[in-house]
Nanobody, 119 residues
């Protein structure tokens, strides 16, 4: 089993910044792709950003240029630096980990951390 624990969510004003962190433990190793998804109320869960073992990153178009994902492969941690936040970024953010050849159905998820962008 793999356990993922997120931290760093909260309330921030539009234009502000937040940093999310996720620590993986259990049967996780550096081969896993790690990243972040988010789910707003009434919406589906969508990919925000992912990072491979080699450091290859993928971002959703809506966050490009504002969010930066980083990873410490040795510690199985992944971070998401979020800048220039807008109310549209309000959602529950979930840490994600999966073997590269597995489908989303096989992924491991954290419990979620809430991000609210509001004045």
């Amino acid at each position: 089993q793999v356990q993922l624990v997120e931290s760093g969510g909260g309330l921030v004003q539009p234009g502000g910044s937040l940093r999310l962190s996720c620590a993986g433990s259990g049967r996780i190793d550096s081969i896993f792709v790690m990243g972040w998804y988010r789910q707003a109320v009434g919406e589906q869960r969508d990919m925000v950003a992912t990072i491979s073992r080699e450091g290859t990153t993928i971002y959703a178009d809506s966050v490009k240029g504002r969010f930066t994902i980083s990873r410490d492969a040795a510690r199985n941690t992944v971070n998401l630096q979020m800048n220039s936040l807008t109310p549209e970024d309000t959602a529950v953010y979930y840490c994600y980990a999966n073997r590269p050849w597995r489908t989303l159905r096989d992924a491991y998820w954290g419990q979620g951390t809430e991000v609210t962008v509001s004045s």
